[in-house]
Every structure is written in structure tokens, then in C-alpha cells.
């Protein structure tokens, strides 16, 4: 019995992506781009082929789906994703990279772009020689300080629950809620939480709560962290605040706080209406180390050459490992 063969399902399509393949041009192009992402006067200079050849012979890879362009500034640039192929096209050009893995002139091609990216990374590595004595300065011209922030803020677990404490106008409030669950924000001034409610009324995970540092109006063990920021120079009992910010942390629970460094500005402290002239954070840590928590570390802050107040300190704990 003779055995009958099937016939292609897509025979002009097949027959389409053998003849693009054939062209020598174009087996160079994709060789080429299909690890590097390039532009049309790069692949000429690693061709040594002139523009218009290099642009058709581009042309016939995009139309054909063999390579992907996209705009940058005014120029185009060319890339061939694998993945993107259709299984049997995928075939095809696995194979045909496969026979030409030893020709000549690929080789020389791929000799040619590994002398283009060098260049192209010594061209980076001269800039930035010669621009580290200002790149900090020209980073914040150009892109500012706020992305460095957000990508801290977005290593926060995304379904954690934050205590804002003394959270103000709900600055650190609003920054925070859209990279976590839910945020609590507390504060005792009805101006501060009516400012803070204008700031965060978008904000759906957040929840705005008046009540007393020494009295939290949050129930125990529901938080995953808690913050406290530039608030304990102003309570008259600064045990009951962090015995109060460690009760609603749940075990583990992480708290932050941040406040003055101890100073002699007795005319700030009258000023800003403080009950006390900073805060020794060993001090702070001896308080959290008696209350079950952990891992207590504290560290001065830069300070910013723009900053007129007291220098200030970060002190980071975890809560206690057991619910009392």
C-alpha cells in the first residue's frame, strides 16, 4: 500500500518564510537581531551595507513578522522576538540559524557588533567617568528624587495593613496606600485629619481615625507595620506612645519611627510647640527591648543641605513574635 504524504496545511505560508529565509541579506539581519536590539545605521555599519539595501531587506523581516520596530526619538529600532514566531516559522529559523552557525560571514558580522557594543559601552563608561563629580546633581535636574521613593515604597508587601501614627496632613499616608492594602492614619488634631481626608478622599484603602498616641483607637495585633514620624517630641508620655504603637503591631510586625536627634535649640522647641528637645534613641531602644521587641536598630540621618531643624534619627524594630 503506498504511503500518502499530507500536505502542507499552510503552503503559502510556508512557501513565504522559505523565500524570506533565502535571501542571504536577511539571514544575516536576523542573526543579528535576534539577540540585540538595533538601529538601521548600527546594522549598516556591522553589514557594511548600504542604507537602502539594509532598510528594504528590514521592511520584508517586519511585513513578514520575522522582526518587531518601534519608535525612539528619531530613530527606528529593530528586534526579532522567537517566542513571537509562529511554531512552524520558529522551526524554520532554528534550523536555518543552525546551518549557518559556521559561515564566514556571519562570524565577521558577529566580530563587527561585538566591536559596536563595546564602543557603545565605552561610550557610557566615558560619561560617567567624567560626570561622577555632579551626576547626583544632574539626576535630580533631570528625573527628581520622587522615583527613588516610589521604588523603595513599592518593595512593601502589597496586602500589608499600615499604621500611620500622627499621620498630620496624610502626606506619608497618601504615598503609602498605593503600594499596600490598607492604611490607617491617626492623629488627635481635627484640623491635621480634615487636611489629611482632603488629601487622601481618592484613596479608598485608607482610613482616617482620631485618637490619642497613648491611646490607639486600632485593635491589637492587626497591623503588619507601623510608623511614627516627628511625633514623639510632642507626647507627654512617650512609653505609653510606643507601647501603644507595639500593641497594634501583629508578631513580627515591623515598626519605623523617625524623630529629632537631642538638641539645645530651646527657641525651636518653643516654636514648634514641643514638649521636649529631641529623643535619645537608646533610649527609645530600651523601651521596645522591654516590650518584647526585636531586631532594635537606629541610625542618624543626612541631613539635607536645604533643612533648617534639628538633625533627625531612623530607628527600626520588630514587634514581639507572640501576641500577648
Not at 512552524?88 to 563587527?112: G, K, N
Not at 499621620?167 to 492594602?181: D, L, R, S
Not at 497594634?248 to 527657641?267: M, Q, S, Y
Request: neutral net charge.
Amino acid at each position: 500500500m503506498e504511503r500518502m504524504i499530507a500536505a502542507p496545511q499552510q503552503p503559502d505560508a510556508m512557501l513565504a518564510w522559505m523565500e524570506c529565509l533565502s535571501d542571504p541579506t536577511r539571514l544575516r539581519l536576523l542573526r543579528l537581531l535576534e539577540r540585540n536590539e538595533l538601529g538601521v545605521a548600527e546594522l549598516c555599519d556591522v553589514l557594511q551595507l548600504p542604507q537602502s539595501t539594509v532598510s528594504r531587506h528590514l521592511k520584508v523581516l517586519v511585513d513578514q513578522d520575522w522582526a518587531r520596530n518601534r519608535r525612539q526619538g528619531t530613530n527606528n529600532l529593530y528586534r526579532m522576538v522567537l517566542d513571537e514566531l509562529e511554531p512552524p516559522a520558529r522551526r524554520l529559523w532554528l534550523l536555518a540559524r543552525e546551518q549557518t552557525a559556521s559561515w564566514a560571514t556571519a562570524r565577521q558580522d558577529e566580530a563587527r557588533l561585538a566591536q559596536l557594543l563595546r564602543a557603545k559601552q565605552t561610550d557610557s563608561q566615558t560619561f560617567f567617568e567624567s560626570a561622577a563629580a555632579k551626576w547626583d546633581k544632574l539626576r535630580d535636574e533631570l528625573y527628581g528624587r520622587n522615583f527613588a521613593r516610589s521604588a523603595m515604597l513599592a518593595l512593601l508587601p502589597g496586602d500589608w495593613t499600615v499604621a500611620d501614627l500622627a499621620c498630620g496632613t496624610g502626606q506619608v499616608t497618601a504615598e503609602i496606600a498605593c503600594c499596600v492594602g490598607r492604611v490607617i492614619g491617626v492623629d488627635n488634631s481635627a484640623a491635621m485629619l480634615k487636611a489629611a481626608k482632603r488629601r487622601t478622599v481618592h484613596l479608598p484603602n485608607v482610613e482616617l481615625r482620631r485618637g490619642d498616641l497613648a491611646a490607639l483607637p486600632i485593635d491589637d495585633a492587626t497591623c503588619d507595620a507601623a510608623l511614627l514620624f516627628l511625633a514623639l517630641t510632642y507626647v507627654p508620655d512617650m512609653t505609653a506612645a510606643v507601647q501603644e504603637m507595639a500593641r497594634v503591631l501583629k508578631p513580627g510586625g515591623r515598626a519605623v519611627i523617625v524623630d529629632l536627634l537631642p538638641h539645645d535649640r530651646e527657641d525651636f522647641r518653643v516654636e514648634m510647640g514641643q514638649a521636649r528637645r529631641g529623643v535619645e534613641a537608646m533610649e527609645l531602644e530600651v523601651m521596645l527591648g522591654e516590650i518584647g521587641c526585636s531586631d532594635i536598630r537606629h541610625r542618624p540621618l543626612p541631613a539635607e543641605a536645604s533643612t533648617k531643624g534639628p538633625g533627625l534619627f531612623l530607628l527600626r524594630a520588630s514587634g514581639s513574635k507572640s501576641a500577648d
